[in-house]
């Protein structure tokens, strides 16, 4: 965290959220509370790169982030992990919390070979603890029903002596799921993978990764808010997370990404008219029904947290549905 002392709010105090998707696969998300303006906690959340295009840089670039507060690697596949050695080098330092997904570092020898060299470079990184030079990461493994900020300073912001504190909960991955898989010696790297709350202010915040529905259909309803803010909807709004929406009436932003390769054809429409059915927007990076002309698609929402009001920006292939 940037200070530990409570930020004084004048006028303005906003979250903003970037959902990145690509031509075919890729996601990426970045994450901005603002207090006035200025950028008070910065987090991504996976990373992607196409064509030489790698949206998150930019952005991080454009709002003058130096090092980012904390990164989620939400699960070891390539359409969630290209661009990460970029990430590292310039955005994260010893001060940046780091969550990987629990166990997912025993099985990387059944990931990409991109995706070994960042478990090989966090690996080596422990090498360097107490040394003078040089950065140490901060790195912790989650499973399910965590406080991922435990461990961290509080982000403390003050409106008219009305305190705002940022709290970010894991439910997944299933720690029973992946204990199994592992004594089988089995590995799913979507089972594998992260999912958290954030709540701020009377805002709720669910980021799914590519949670699938053996791992929704452990939830208990009462970790699952039933009224949301923001979704991400799960795993590129394929069927096989569908799941999700036995847990959710009601949701203002609902946001997907893509993943077009193969035999898969995500997001599949039949997902999407569910989510329209509980969502107030429902938007995705790509188009499912068009032309998608450039390599990308940007969803910006902005949450106004003190008039409780949220306003969106598409950029490239994004469209409202």
């Known amino acids: 965290m940037k200070s530990k002392l409570p930020y004084i709010v004048n006028k303005n105090l906003q979250v903003e959220i970037c959902t990145i998707g690509y031509k075919a696969i890729g996601e990426s998300i970045v994450l901005f509370v603002k207090v006035d303006s200025n950028i008070v906690f910065s987090a ?171 791992t929704i259909k452990q939830f208990k309803r009462k970790n699952i808010p039933s009224s949301l803010s923001y979704l991400k909807i799960p795993h590129h709004g394929s069927k096989g997370s569908d799941s999700l929406l036995e847990y959710i009436d009601y949701i203002d932003v609902s946001c997907v990404t893509s993943y077009v390769r193969g035999s898969s054809r995500n997001p599949e429409k039949e997902v999407l008219d569910r989510y329209q059915e509980v969502s107030k927007k429902v938007y995705s990076s790509y188009n499912i029904e068009g032309e998608n002309n450039d390599d990308f698609g940007i969803i910006y929402t902005t949450f106004d947290i003190l008039n409780e009001l949220h306003t969106t920006k598409l950029e490239g292939n994004a469209c409202l549905l």
């Open 44 to 214: 991504v959340i996976d990373s992607y790169c196409y064509n030489g295009v790698n949206k998150t840089i930019e952005i991080l670039k454009n709002n003058n982030v130096e090092t980012i507060d904390y990164f989620c690697w939400t699960h070891p596949d390539d359409d969630h992990s290209k661009g990460l050695d970029e990430l590292f080098n310039d955005f994260i330092d010893e001060n940046t919390l780091i969550n990987i997904p629990e166990n997912a570092e025993i099985n990387s020898e059944k990931c990409s070979d991109s995706t070994i060299d960042i478990f090989n470079m966090l690996k080596a990184n422990l090498g360097k603890r107490g040394a003078k030079s040089g950065k140490r990461y901060k790195v912790y493994t989650v499973s399910d029903f965590k406080e991922l900020l435990a461990n961290e300073d509080d982000l403390e912001i003050l409106y008219n002596e009305k305190q705002y504190c940022l709290e970010i909960k894991s439910i997944a991955p299933n720690s029973q799921l992946i204990r199994d898989d592992f004594l089988l010696d089995r590995f799913c790297k979507n089972k594998h993978s992260i999912a958290f709350i954030i709540y701020f202010g009377n805002n709720v915040f669910l980021f799914t990764g590519d949670i699938e529905n053996p």
